[in-house]
């Protein structure tokens, strides 16, 4: 007999992430949500993927500064493999996250319906930390492809945060309520 007492035990919560390649950002937070949410023992609960807004890096691993970032946090992002994203996949995904606000641009524009545009969401709104008075420059996770590995540690960082809220506020999700970012 099913567990109907226990949270979400039949929902299931796509979440895509996407920056520009696929390469840097996306990944890492793709592999921080999902050890994030199995550490939390809700990893079954979730469907977690990436993609970026160009092609440029299809098929590629993550950026090897990525990789080790991640490593050195506890994380094996080994497996990733880049893609692009594609504009059907907002009926597939309950969730489409953007890194930064150029994304969210992108992502807007490719929409076909309202109900898709509602699916799409700045990561860092996600962060507990941010405060509505946060300036919307601040939202960004910025691109560390062009930096060094410092950079790389701020945005693991930033991703970090923004993904611990994303999984706080998206426990009400698997009982069925809607989620707002914070």
């Given at each position: 007999?099913?567990?109907?007492?226990?949270?979400?035990?039949?929902?299931?919560?796509?979440?895509?992430f996407?920056?520009?390649?696929?390469?840097?950002?996306?990944?890492?937070?793709?592999?921080?949500?999902?050890?994030?949410?199995?550490?939390?023992?809700?990893?079954r609960?979730?469907?977690?993927?990436?993609?970026?807004?160009?092609?440029?890096?299809?098929?590629?691993?993550?950026?090897?500064?990525?990789?080790?970032?991640?490593?050195?946090?506890?994380?094996?992002?080994?497996?990733?493999?880049?893609?692009q994203?594609d504009?059907?996949?907002?009926?597939?995904?309950?969730?489409?996250i953007?890194?930064?606000?150029?994304?969210?641009?992108?992502?807007?524009?490719?929409?076909?319906?309202?109900?898709?545009?509602?699916?799409?969401?700045?990561?860092?709104?996600?962060?507990?930390?941010?405060g509505?008075?946060?300036?919307?420059?601040?939202?960004?996770?910025?691109?560390?492809?062009?930096?060094?590995?410092?950079?790389f540690?701020?945005?693991?960082?930033?991703?970090?945060?923004?993904?611990?809220?994303l999984?706080?506020?998206?426990?009400?999700r698997?009982?069925g309520?809607?989620?707002?970012?914070?």
């Amino acid at each position: 007999m099913p567990d109907h007492g226990s949270m979400a035990s039949e929902r299931l919560l796509r979440i895509c992430f996407v920056c520009s390649g696929n390469i840097c950002r996306s990944p890492m937070a793709e592999v921080v949500l999902r050890g994030l949410a199995d550490d939390a023992g809700l990893g079954r609960h979730f469907e977690i993927d990436s993609a970026g807004t160009g092609d440029w890096h299809v098929g590629e691993r993550a950026d090897r500064r990525a990789l080790a970032v991640l490593s050195r946090a506890g994380f094996d992002g080994s497996a990733h493999r880049a893609r692009q994203f594609d504009p059907r996949w907002f009926l597939r995904r309950d969730m489409v996250i953007a890194l930064d606000r150029g994304h969210l641009r992108t992502l807007r524009s490719w929409v076909a319906s309202d109900a898709e545009r509602d699916r799409i969401q700045l990561l860092r709104s996600f962060d507990l930390s941010v405060g509505a008075d946060t300036p919307p420059s601040e939202l960004d996770v910025p691109d560390p492809y062009y930096d060094g590995a410092d950079a790389f540690g701020n945005a693991l960082d930033l991703i970090t945060a923004a993904c611990a809220g994303l999984l706080a506020t998206t426990r009400p999700r698997l009982d069925g309520r809607p989620v707002r970012a914070v």
